[in-house]
């Protein structure tokens, strides 16, 4: 069964930090492109973050560029997500998800459950 479990979420200060990290089981992690997605409140799913399955090509929204970096450790099958200089337009929920990749078609093909941070004084 292919699995994705978030964990780091949590309640911090404007201008904070949090790191979210990402652990896959069931599949060949290190052949995976991994993104991480976001959903606010009453709104859609945004897109935040990609890197690929060797961690050599990495690509961010423009809405986080300059504060978020997407890294991985295929060793531990681990995927994370530091955020620094968060603002309230940062809440929301936070998922890993699994990229499929089909020819030039690309798709967010496995979720994991998520993790909720919120940003608040």
């Known amino acids: 069964e292919v699995h994705l479990a978030e964990s780091g979420g949590g309640m911090v200060q404007p201008g904070g930090s949090l790191r979210l990290s990402c652990i896959g089981s069931?599949?060949?992690?290190?052949?995976?492109?991994m993104s991480w997605v976001r959903q606010a409140p009453g709104k859609g799913p945004e897109w935040v973050a990609g890197?690929?399955?060797?961690?050599?090509?990495?690509t961010y929204a423009d809405s986080i560029k300059g504060r978020f970096t997407i890294s991985r450790e295929n060793a531990k099958n681990t995927a994370v997500l530091q955020m620094n200089s968060l603002n309230a337009e940062d809440t929301a929920l936070y998922y890993c998800?699994?990229?499929?990749?089909?020819?030039?078609?690309?798709?967010?093909?496995?979720w994991g459950q998520g993790t909720l941070v919120t940003v608040s004084s």
């Open positions: 069931g599949f060949i992690f290190s052949s995976a492109d």
């Open positions: 890197i690929s399955a060797s961690g050599g090509r990495i």
């Open positions: 998800v699994r990229d499929g990749v089909t020819g030039f078609y690309r798709y967010l093909e496995v």
